[in-house]
């Protein structure tokens, strides 16, 4: 457990049922409007890619590349930039009471850096959502607020496809350029490539058990009609070409 002020409680799903991205979108709205606890819960999902609220799909996204390679496209209510996503890409989600914007992600991303510190990882916060180790970016977050609760949502690569996540999405030249590189893929780096500093580090299985237990302290486990009504609610999320 982390020195976080407040218990955070792990949402879990009672079966290993393969969901669409836009179903955990809906999941966190679903939390943040249901229950008052603070909470956490780690997820991952099939070939995807998620763009931000004021985004112009045509710009920021390869549509003949995920068409063809049956990527799924999906709209989120946060703001921040586009993502590519897959099995090997931890999705992290906290939801907490509503606070000023900097505070929750201060509070937040502080703890997820040393959570990585604590296994061994350069990890240091960069500029307002990103993490990096060694200097690369290996998590990038996005908020969205709601009247009376936050929700925090990103990314942590672990052993994500690197060559389709250049491929699938396309961020705008001058922001590779602030960063000081030529491509997504210089930029980015998967956790994997550090496994021989921790045995947290072998697997996305393990990774997910070791933040799960790090944050969390119990478990409120969703029930079948939650599920029905989180379903019904992930059908805005997802983007039809």
């Given at each position: 457990m982390n020195d976080?002020?407040?218990?955070?409680k792990n949402i879990v799903i009672p079966d290993e049922k393969v969901r669409s991205l836009s179903f955990y979108l809906a999941m966190e709205e679903y939390v943040a409007g249901s229950m008052d606890c603070?909470?956490?819960?780690?997820?991952?999902?099939?070939?995807?890619?998620?763009?931000g609220r004021n985004q112009i799909l045509e710009n920021e996204v390869?549509?003949?590349?995920?068409?063809?390679?049956?990527?799924?496209?999906?709209?989120r209510r946060s703001g921040g930039g586009c993502v590519y996503?897959?099995?090997?890409?931890?999705?992290?989600?906290?939801?907490?009471?509503?606070?000023?914007v900097s505070a929750v992600f201060d509070r937040y991303l502080s703890a997820l850096a040393a959570a990585l510190g604590n296994i061994g990882l350069d990890a240091v916060r960069s500029g307002r959502n990103d993490i990096l180790?060694?200097?690369?970016?290996?998590?990038?977050?996005?908020?969205?607020?709601?009247?009376?609760r936050s929700i925090v949502h990103g990314t942590l690569l672990h052993s994500s496809d690197l060559e389709a996540l250049t491929e699938a999405i396309r961020p705008p030249v001058e922001k590779l350029q602030r960063h000081g590189?030529?491509?997504?893929?210089?930029r980015v780096a998967n956790l994997s490539e550090f496994k021989?500093?921790?045995?947290?580090?072998?697997?996305?299985?393990?990774?997910?058990?070791?933040?799960?237990?790090?944050?969390?302290?119990?478990?409120?486990?969703?029930?079948?009609?939650?599920?029905r009504e989180i379903e019904d609610m992930s059908?805005?999320?997802?983007?039809?070409c």
């Amino acid at each position: 457990m982390n020195d976080f002020e407040v218990t955070m409680k792990n949402i879990v799903i009672p079966d290993e049922k393969v969901r669409s991205l836009s179903f955990y979108l809906a999941m966190e709205e679903y939390v943040a409007g249901s229950m008052d606890c603070e909470a956490f819960f780690v997820w991952r999902v099939p070939p995807s890619v998620i763009i931000g609220r004021n985004q112009i799909l045509e710009n920021e996204v390869n549509l003949d590349y995920c068409a063809k390679n049956g990527v799924g496209l999906f709209r989120r209510r946060s703001g921040g930039g586009c993502v590519y996503s897959d099995p090997g890409n931890i999705m992290l989600s906290y939801i907490s009471r509503r606070g000023e914007v900097s505070a929750v992600f201060d509070r937040y991303l502080s703890a997820l850096a040393a959570a990585l510190g604590n296994i061994g990882l350069d990890a240091v916060r960069s500029g307002r959502n990103d993490i990096l180790v060694n200097g690369r970016k290996v998590s990038g977050n996005a908020f969205h607020q709601l009247p009376d609760r936050s929700i925090v949502h990103g990314t942590l690569l672990h052993s994500s496809d690197l060559e389709a996540l250049t491929e699938a999405i396309r961020p705008p030249v001058e922001k590779l350029q602030r960063h000081g590189v030529a491509s997504v893929r210089q930029r980015v780096a998967n956790l994997s490539e550090f496994k021989d500093i921790s045995p947290v580090l072998e697997t996305p299985e393990s990774l997910q058990a070791y933040l799960t237990g790090y944050f969390t302290d119990g478990d409120i486990l969703l029930a079948p009609e939650q599920l029905r009504e989180i379903e019904d609610m992930s059908y805005e999320y997802i983007i039809h070409c």
